[in-house]
Structures are given as C-alpha cells and as structure tokens.
C-alpha cells in the first residue's frame, strides 16, 4: 500500500478510506457529497468531544476537503459525516484521508455545491424557534416548526424529532386536511420568503430544479394517502407554484404544469425519492437510485416565481392555509438548481442507504511511523485491510 503525505504530525491518527461506485455510475461525478457514516473504536482517540479535531483530505494526504459534520459520538466512535468528492470516480476507485486526534480544525467552506439551495438534516428538536432548522447550504433558508413570518407559529403543529435514515430526521403528524379553504392541523416547517431560489428570475431558462429526500410513510388508506403532500410553495396569490402531491401516486407540478406518475412513496419503510422538476422539458422521478418513471413529453415553459414561502410537510393554499399535511417521517431533504443525472441518483442512493457497502476503511495509521498494521478488534470497521 502506498500512503500519502502526512498532512501535519499535531493529528496522531488517521485512517484510509476507499470509496468503489463503478459498479453503480457510469461518468465522473463533481462535488458529490458522500456520506462516511460508521461507529468505530478507534475513533474516541478524537480530542475533542464534539469530533472537531476531525477532518478529511484528498489521498495525497495533504488536501483539505470540504467536509461537514452531522452526528459525532466520542464515547462509541460514531460519527455521520458528509464529505464534498471533487470527483467521484466511475471507472475506478476514489481514496481520501480522515484524521483524528489532535488540535482543533475548522470546518473548510462550500460543503455543499452552489447549485445546493436547501440542505435540511433535519436533525434538530424543534420547539417552534425561528430559523432552527438550518439550512446547511449556506444559503439561509432557514426553516421553522409550525410556522414563522407570514405564517404565524403554531406550537400545536411543530414535527418530532426521531431516528431518520441517517441521524436523526423529523416525524410530521397529521391529520391531513384537504381543501382549498381550510387550514390544517397537522406538522409542518415553513420557510419565510426563500432566499436564491431556483426560478428567481421569473425566466424560461433558470427554472431547473431538483428536489432529494429520504421518506418514510405507511402503506394506509388510499384515500388518506391521496391527501397527503410533500412540500408546497406559495408567491402571493399563486398558491403551490411548486409542490410534489400525492405521496401514493406523485405529481410534481411547477407553475402549474404537472405530471401525474404511478410512483408510490408510501412503502413503509425509507425510500430515497429525487425529482427533476424540467420546465420546457422532461419530469423524471428517481426512486432508490433508479429511473421510476418520466413525464410522456415536455411539460410546461417555465417554473416556480420568485421570492415564495416555502412548506416541508405539506402544501399552501390561499398563501398562508397549510394543509394536506404528511403523515411520515422525513430525512435529509435537499433542493438545488439544475438537472441532477441519473448517475447522481444512484451514487446518492447507494452511498446512503449502504455505505458499509461501498466504503472501505483501511487500518490505523499513525503519524509516527507513517504505517499502520492490522489489529484484530472486536468493533467493526468495515472489513479493515492493510
């Protein structure tokens, strides 16, 4: 094995990381955020308790990756950790560096791409607090449980944090409300006037837009499942300008053009769902990393308006009216401009939904000797090599 400079000898330990998707994607994908998500021993080594000693580099040993930090547990090693992959490669296998064990290292900027719009974790507790759910985007479109802004607060109607698909996601509870007259009395997180949203021109050209998100909803009544809906959007007057309907049979619509699929989200257990919402083009809907089905022909010239409210868990009639409120869990929810390929579906799929699967951690390697050897532990950690 030939290993990488050592970026400095303040941090003790660091470990290889081998990431192979090339029986997944077909083309080279840039700056995919992949997720290193395992418990392992060696990792309460780290200094501080909050992981911030931690950090990743390219497998030179010496470039710093962007890297973000969602969950760190010092007393089992755990750690959720989402990692900006300059190029993730197809044909052959990716490697990069994370270190551990020494001083504090600040966390390196642009995580997420600047096409990201939205990155909700969702793993905060909510208690109806302005903006606290942070859009880890950067873009500040914060989130509130139960409403803010336009929308006055509700603490009724707050989500309940549980464990997600990764981490911690957030459980909307209904009862669902249908109609254009009524507001409902189910959970929801409003977003007060978006910042940077795709669409913000208002144009035919810079509409693009696609949606990514872990869900978790029962297989009930069709009836009470036909009333439930994602996420809606509303600019003055033009309600659910943007909205993904019906969580039995998907329909996502922009401006209102929309097409009605035969996707089924309700499975009762996680799915991984990725819609690309196409103005002038095709609608696609990825299901766990594959094309579910697509829109017939073109849909529609143009997409969501400018400086909307926008709703997790729901949808908004009359501006301010949430209603058809979810009944399901949520994890992970991520909106950016552009069209997402179906390579990106599937290396998001797989790398989230497995990441034992297609990650590989390589021994302990200390900066003293610059090697590591194999140690038989009772932890796992990914079937270590040398």
């Known amino acids: 094995d030939v290993f990488g400079a050592w970026y400095d000898t303040d941090w003790e330990h660091r470990k290889k990381i081998t990431i192979s998707l090339n029986t997944e994607i077909s083309n080279n994908l840039n700056n995919f955020p992949v997720l290193v998500s395992v418990t392992d021993s060696d990792f309460t080594k780290s200094s501080d308790n909050e992981g911030r000693d931690i950090f990743f580099t390219t497998n030179d040993g010496t470039t710093l990756l962007s890297y973000e930090i969602e969950r760190f547990n010092s007393s089992t090693g755990e750690i959720i950790a989402w990692v900006n992959i300059p190029t993730l490669l197809a044909a052959s296998t990716t490697y990069i560096y994370i270190y551990y064990n020494g001083p504090t290292q600040s966390t390196p900027s642009n995580m997420w791409d600047d096409n990201y719009k939205l990155v909700y974790h969702l793993n905060q507790t909510s208690t109806g ?12 479109n914060d989130g509130t449980g139960g409403g803010e802004g336009t929308k006055t607060n509700d603490s009724d109607r707050i989500p309940t944090r ?16 249908p109609g254009f007259t009524n507001d409902g009395s189910g959970d929801f997180i409003w977003t007060d006037n978006v910042n940077n949203w795709p669409g913000n021109n208002n144009g035919l050209t810079d509409n693009d837009t696609t949606v990514e998100f872990w869900a978790k909803v ?3 009544a069709t009836e009470t499942m036909e009333k439930m809906d994602f996420f809606g959007y509303s600019v003055s007057a033009n309600d659910n300008d943007f909205v993904l309907f019906k969580v039995n049979s998907l329909n996502p619509s922009a401006r209102g053009n929309s097409f009605d699929s035969d996707v089924n989200a309700a499975t009762s257990d996680w799915t991984h769902l990725m819609i690309v919402y196409n103005p002038g083009g095709v609608f696609k809907i990825y299901q766990d990393g594959t ?3 697509e829109s017939s022909g073109t849909i529609g010239n143009r997409g969501q308006r400018a400086n909307g409210d926008f709703v997790l868990g729901a949808e908004i009639d009359k501006t301010t009216l949430v209603n058809n409120e979810l009944q399901g869990d949520l994890d992970e929810f991520r909106i950016s401009y552009g069209i997402r390929s179906a390579d990106w579906a599937a290396a998001s799929y797989a790398t989230q939904n497995s990441p034992s699967t297609y990650l590989t951690l390589n021994c ?9 050897e194999q140690v038989e532990k009772s932890s796992p950690c990914w079937d270590c090599i040398r």
């Open 291 to 293: 094309l579910a089905e």
């Open 218 to 220: 029962d297989d009930v």
């Open 364 to 372: 302990e390697e200390n900066s003293t000797t610059k090697s590591c």
């Open 129 to 140: 607090t302005l903006n606290e759910f942070v859009d880890a985007s950067g873009t500040g």
């Open 162 to 177: 549980v464990e997600g698909k990764i981490g911690y996601g957030q459980s909307f509870d209904g009862p669902t409300q």
